[in-house]
């Protein structure tokens, strides 16, 4: 079983996801943060079919080419019951649903934090999982609905994923999102980390995917003790200048 995934740079710093089965050559696209450029590549991959659009929360930079996208692929809407407040939703999930993709299943769940809906779809059996702005490198989604404990409890189930599962983010943040662990935290390892990941970007190449595995060994909100060191983090990040 394969899970071929495609990411390209939308908006300011949003990325497009799209990926298929490889078995069924069934496509989705994670999120929809610019109709445009999703089309595009669909065309310039030469997948050309979109069947199912997978919704992780309802802010506008991840659902508003949700119409565009039904209207032209006819494809199907899958999301929280927070999407409703932006888009029409063909199917409403929630954790411990299921998604199919083809021959791919895509475990729900329930992620609250950055919104109150927030979910993530997790395809265990390929060992990818899409977690929108709940978890990124070296950072994690600010708290616009939810509180810290939400949060907390989101990565929680994250972090006891398989350590080699790929993570696959929405946004390219992880520049900034170093030079505040490396406020935190002064291993040797982490400053190389680091210059890593600084290399990378000066080299115009994005961070995403990562895996849990570097995520546990180095981001600050993974690395919190407990809710409270990781609400505290939080404001600190928050208020990071850098």
């Not at 496509?27 to 030469?46: F, H, Q």
């Not at 802010?59 to 119409?67: M, R, V, Y």
């Not at 895509?106 to 950055?114: I, K, N, R, T, Y």
């Not at 404990?149 to 994923?161: F, G, N, V």
């Amino acid at each position: 079983m394969t899970l071929d995934v495609r990411l390209f740079p939308c908006l300011t710093d949003n990325y497009g996801l799209l990926i298929r089965d490889a078995a069924t050559g069934m496509v989705a696209a994670v999120d929809t943060p610019d109709a445009e450029a999703i089309l595009a590549d669909l065309k310039a991959s030469g997948w050309e079919r979109l069947d199912l659009i997978l919704n992780t929360h309802w802010h506008p930079d991840h659902t508003q080419g949700n119409a565009r996208l039904k209207a032209e692929t006819g494809c199907q809407i899958v999301g929280p019951e927070e999407v409703r407040r932006v888009s029409l939703l063909d199917r409403k999930v929630a954790g411990g649903d299921t998604v199919m993709l083809g021959q791919t299943a895509f475990e729900v769940s329930d992620a609250p934090g950055h919104t109150l809906g927030h979910i993530v779809y997790h395809a265990r059996e390929v060992g990818q999982a899409f977690v929108g702005d709940v978890l990124f490198p070296l950072g994690c989604g600010r708290l616009f609905e939810g509180t810290p404990e939400q949060m907390w409890q989101s990565l929680q189930k994250i972090a006891a994923w398989p350590d080699e599962t790929v993570i696959w983010s929405a946004h390219e943040y992880t520049a900034a999102n170093a030079q505040f662990a490396l406020s935190l935290d002064d291993r040797q390892d982490m400053a190389a980390h680091a210059a890593r990941i600084f290399a990378v970007r000066d080299a115009g190449r994005p961070t995403v995917p990562t895996t849990l595995a570097v995520e546990k060994a180095f981001n600050p909100f993974l690395r919190a003790a407990n809710a409270a060191e990781f609400a505290a983090r939080r404001a600190a990040k928050d208020g990071f200048t850098g």
